[in-house]
C-alpha cells in the first residue's frame, strides 16, 4: 500500500480525536473507532480497486485516485513509459542488426553449446545449404568435415581453417568461430574461391616470370663467361656478342610488355579527348605490312575489309592488340599458311578478326588463353617465339573500349580471333567529329 499523504493522516487524527472526545459522552466511544476504522479501510479498498483496474493498462494516466495512490500510478506509468521507450530502441536495433547480418554476403550461424543451429543467415542457406528444417540439428551432421569438426572443438588454435566446400568441388570456403558466450558461437563461413584464385594466378605469375627470365639471362651469363676467357680469340668473342643480341631482346620484350600490361590494368578507360576516330582499313594495312616482315615471305596475308565505319579509340593500344594476333598467327600457322584480316559490320556492332589455318587449339585451352603466360605447348611456344603476354593484352586493351576478345578454333583446322566492338564504339565513315588516326601507327 502507498504510503498516506499528509492529508490523509490530517483527516484520520481528525476523526480519532473527535471519536475520543465525543465518545465517552455518548458511551459510544469503542463504536466511533470500529466506524471510523471500517470506513477507513473501505477508503483504502476502492482505491486499490481503481488502482488495480488502471495497474491492466498503464499506458494511460490514472484518473479518480487519491493523492498518494495517484503518486504511486504515475511512478509506475513513467516506468513503464520508460521500459518501453528502451524495448522498442533494442527491437529497432536488433531488427536494423538482422537487416544487416541478412545482407552479409557471408555466411553466419549461430549454434548453442551442443553444436545445434539456433539461428543463420541466407547467404548461409546458399554456402552451407541450409534450410528452415535445419535449425536445432547439429551442423557437423549438414556439413561434413574432419577439419570443421576439430574447430568446433577448438582444436585449431586461431580458430579459422579454409576447406573445400562439401557441395561444390570448385568453392573454396574460410570458416571462423567466435565465443559470443559459454552458450552461443558464431560460425562465420565466406567463399574465398576467388581470391585463392588470384593469390594462386600471382604465384604462377611469379614462377612464369622468373622461368621466363632465367632461361636467356642463362645464355647470357653462359656467353659472357666464355668471352672472358683469356684463350678466345677476338674473332670469337664478336662471334660470341652477337649471339647475345637474341636473349637481350627477348628479355626487353618481355619487361616491356609486362610494363604494358601493368599500365593497360591499372588505368581506366580512355576519356573522350583521348579517343580518335580510327581508319581500321589503314590500321589493318599497317599492322599486316610489318607481319609481313616478320613472316619474311613464308606466309600468305589477305585483307577482307568489308566495311568503312570507324572504331573510337586509342591508335596505338588498338594497333599493339591487333599486332599481337597477327604476330601469333604467324608464329603458329605452318609455311605457306593464309592469314586473314577482316573488318566487318554487324546490327551489334563490327568485328575485326585475325584467321589462320593452322594447327588449331583444343577447346579445353580456349578459355584461358587470355592468362599470363598460358601455353598450350609450353615447349613449342619457346621456339616460336613471343612473351605468353599478347592475348592478355589484347584482352585489356578491348577492355578498356569496352569490347571483348571472341575466340573460335578447332584442331587441325586453325583459328578465328574476333575483336567485338559495339555499336557505341563505332562511327560512320564521314563522321568527323574526333580526330582522324594517322595509318602509320608505331607500336608501345
Known sequence: MPKLSMSEIAALGASIVLALLVGPALGLTPWLLLAIALAWIAYQSEQHRRF???????LRRARGLAPNWAETAGSVHRSVHTARGRTRNILRRMAELQIVTEALPDAAVVID??????????????????????VGRDLLMLVRDPQLARLLDGGIDDHVLEIMSPFDAGVRLEV???????????????DVSQLYRLLTMRQDFIANVSHELRTPLTVVAGYLETMTDEDVSDIDVQLLASKLVSPVHRMEALVGDLLLLTRLEASSPPSDSELEAIDVASLAQAVVRE?????????????????DVRIRGVSKELHSALMNLVSNAVRYSPKGGVITVSFEQS???AHLAVSDDGMGIAPEHISRLTERFYRVDLAAAR???????????????LKRHHSTLSIQSELGQGSRFCCDFPSTQTLPANDVSLLEASPEIDGY
Open 52 to 58: 488495480a483496474r488502471w495497474a491492466r493498462h498503464p
Open 291 to 307: 607481319a609481313e616482315g616478320l613472316s619474311d615471305g613464308r606466309h600468305e596475308f589477305r585483307l577482307e575489309l568489308h566495311s
Open 176 to 190: 571462423r568461430v567466435i565465443d559470443v558466450s559459454t552458450r552461443t558461437r558464431l560460425v562465420l563461413v565466406r
Open 383 to 397: 621456339v616460336r617465339g613471343g612473351t605468353g603476354l599478347g592475348l592478355a593484352i589484347v584482352k585489356h586493351v
Open 113 to 134: 553449446s551442443r553444436g545445434l543451429i539456433t539461428r543463420y543467415n541466407p547467404a548461409a542457406g546458399r554456402l552451407l545449404r541450409l534450410n528452415g528444417k535445419d
Open 347 to 349: 546490327e551489334s556492332g
